[in-house]
T-cell receptor, first 111, second 112 residues
Framework: GQQVMQIPQYQHVQEGEDFTTYCNSS?????IQWYKQRPGGHPVFLIQ?????EVKKQKRLTFQFGEAKKNSSLHITATQTTDVGTYFC???????????FGAGTRLFVKA | NAGVTQTPKFQVLKTGQSMTLQCAQDMNHNSMYWYRQDPGMGLRLIYY???????DKGEVPNGYNVSRLNKREFSLRLESAAPSQTSVYFC???????????FGEGSRLTVL
């Protein structure tokens, strides 16, 4: 069935270090979305990728969609304490109206 | 803009009790969703409603029922709560079949 796998589950970094989370699907995705959830908060949409090989940037965040549209990554350059939270990838379309989320990567940043 | 509003924010139930989580959105969205979030499990889809008058099962529907009361409101009911339903529940909505999901602030439910 519709499923996205996300690694790692947790990541501890020192402030200023880089961080990457990866999302993989066994099936070809139509699109992929990324969300961020701050501790105690609710998920907030970051971006949607649509095209094969697409790369998008938001300040220190770089999002990539694989050529085969089966994987994606989120890279944060020079992490800050404000980056703390859980990052989720999500498949918003393959199953019709369902949006299925990966398990998330929780980022801890030590100042 | 209120966006997606969920009530209650916190609830403690005893095993076997029933309750309804309410969700309303003011963005004129067609699709609405209920997710549960457990540590290490991410967000799992319980039920969704593609449009007013329709509902469909998600990944983990057992033990839950839903009602799409009108375009704005989508409620989640636990008929006989079990400790395994202790979780944080999120309602979400979006305009169509894909695109950005807008989440409510969540409802933290504890079943003793």
């Amino acid at each position: 069935g519709q499923q996205v796998m996300q690694i790692p589950q947790y990541q501890h970094v020192q402030e200023g270090e880089d961080f990457t989370t990866y999302c993989n699907s066994s099936t070809t995705l139509s699109n992929i979305q990324w969300y961020k959830q701050r501790p105690g908060g609710h998920p907030v949409f970051l971006i949607q990728l649509v095209k094969s090989g697409e790369v998008k940037k938001q300040k220190r965040l770089t999002f990539q969609f694989g050529e085969a549209k089966k994987n994606s990554s989120l890279h944060i350059t020079a992490t800050q304490t404000t980056d703390v939270g859980t990052y989720f990838c999500a498949d918003p379309y393959t199953g019709g109206f369902k949006t299925i989320f990966g398990a998330g990567t929780r980022l801890f940043v030590k100042a | 803009n209120a966006g997606v509003t969920q009530t209650p924010k916190f609830q403690v139930l005893k095993t076997g009790q029933s309750m309804t989580l309410q969700c309303a959105q003011d963005m004129n969205h067609n699709s609405m969703y209920w997710y549960r979030q457990d540590p290490g499990m991410g967000l799992r889809l319980i039920y969704y409603s593609a449009s007013e008058g329709t509902t469909d099962k998600g990944e983990v529907p057992n033990g839950y029922n839903v009602s799409r009361l009108n375009k704005r409101e989508f409620s989640l009911r636990l008929e006989s709560a079990a400790p395994s339903q202790t979780s944080v529940y999120f309602c979400a909505s979006r305009a169509g079949s894909a695109g950005e999901l807008f989440f409510g602030e969540g409802s933290r439910l504890t079943v003793l």
